[in-house]
């Protein structure tokens, strides 16, 4: 027995030491086996409704950026196209009539205006003229009237006389001569006074034909007015066919828009990897019916994964960006990868759940939270891409 007490006490210290050794290498570190692999999980769906014509996209393969995944078929969208083409050209043409119209609306306008001001004028000169000449013609008719009265009291006179001559003609107390010269000069009054009336009667008509062209001339002016009224709403005339104009540019700009959104869901019918990675739950089939916004399967980089780590609140007192890590990966027997602390998430997991816990309501329950930690893998580490997300991975952070 008391050969033994040695080894006893050398096994004691070799314990001491040991156990001394692994607590002060472990309490500068930080692990956790509740951490999994992540990757961006880029879904691809539809953006346009068609029937699936090919999926040249193999499943769980590699596909490069911009490289076809799924075709549909184009044949409704390049018929649209088609039309939104045909009702642009219409658009450009009609915009192109009405803005050509509108330098010769304002051109003819002007003109239009400058002609119709002639017109009042003219009209107003003949309605001048025209009261002028009846004017004219009441005077005529006062000259005539004044003739007549007089031829009348000459024919009267004359007549007056060969009354009285005619019985001393008969009793021959007078020469014949002077009788006939009495007679004569009766009727050469009569005469006059007969001239006269048709002179009074002329002016007469003189005054209704005045009269008649003043009435002609004032509706011409009137006529002439309204012409310039109409004319003077050139500015007015102007305004609508420019605003006609524009709103022929705007139907272009429709048509345009139209276009350009007909262009891009041809485009759409050919859907295309928008980067670089792995095929992934793959639902697209030939012959499938798709609608906008369904998915088609998903890509996956696998250059560009990332651990979550999620750390009980107790152990990130020492932990901070930047710190060194090693990960062990239980998919390959424990392989090692090494990386560092990215990032600490701005709270608990918990807290971004569906129903995330509510301590102010019911009876509390002190329970450590986890906080996920963003871990960083050192580049060209994993040149195979054999880190799938998902994979439980085991991080101890160096927190010394």
């Not at 649209?80 to 915009?95: C, F, P, Y």
């Amino acid at each position: 027995m008391s050969k033994r007490i040695p080894f006893i006490i050398a096994a004691v210290i070799v314990a001491i030491l040991v156990i001394g050794a692994w607590l002060w290498l472990g309490a500068g570190q930080q692990s956790t086996d509740d951490a999994q692999v992540e990757a961006h999980v880029t879904p691809i769906a539809a953006r346009v409704s068609g029937t699936v014509v090919a999926v040249p996209a193999p499943d769980n393969r590699e596909v490069q950026a911009g490289e076809v995944l799924v075709q549909i078929d184009p044949s409704d969208y390049e018929v649209a196209l088609a039309r939104a083409q045909a009702e642009l050209a219409n658009a450009q043409a009609e915009a192109e009539a009405a803005t050509a119209n509108v330098p010769i609306t304002s051109t003819t306008a002007t003109s239009n205006v400058a002609t119709a001001a002639g017109g009042v004028a003219q009209a107003e000169a003949g309605i001048a003229e025209a009261e002028q000449g009846l004017e004219a013609a009441r005077a005529r008719v006062v000259t005539a009237q004044a003739r007549l009265r007089e031829q009348e009291a000459n024919a009267t006179r004359a007549a007056r006389d060969v009354e009285r001559l005619r019985p001393l003609i008969a009793k021959q107390e007078i020469p014949q001569q002077q009788f006939d010269a009495a007679v004569a000069d009766a009727d050469a009054k009569r005469a006059a006074a007969d001239s006269a009336i048709a002179q009074v009667q002329e002016a007469e008509a003189a005054i209704r034909v005045a009269e008649s062209r003043i009435r002609q001339a004032r509706a011409g002016q009137d006529q002439a007015t309204a012409g310039l009224r109409q004319a003077q709403t050139a500015p007015q005339q102007v305004t609508a066919i420019r605003a006609r104009a524009a709103s022929a540019a705007a139907r272009v700009q429709q048509a345009e828009a139209a276009v350009k959104q007909a262009q891009l869901n041809l485009q759409y019918t050919t859907v295309k990897s928008p980067i670089k990675g792995i095929v992934s739950k793959k639902t697209a089939e030939p012959g499938q019916v798709v609608q906008p916004g369904q998915p088609l399967m998903t890509v996956i980089p696998l250059d560009q994964v990332w651990i979550t780590a999620n750390f009980k609140e107790t152990q990130l007192e020492e932990m901070r960006a930047g710190q060194r890590v090693t990960v062990e990966v239980d998919a390959y027997g424990g392989r090692e990868f090494n990386g560092k602390v990215d990032s600490i998430s701005a709270a608990t997991g918990a807290r971004f759940s569906l129903l995330p816990p509510d301590n102010a309501s019911g009876n509390f329950v002190k329970v450590v939270q986890r906080v996920p930690v963003k871990i960083i893998l050192d580049q060209g580490q994993d040149p195979e891409h054999v880190l799938r997300p998902g994979m439980s991975v085991t991080p101890t952070v160096f927190t010394n």
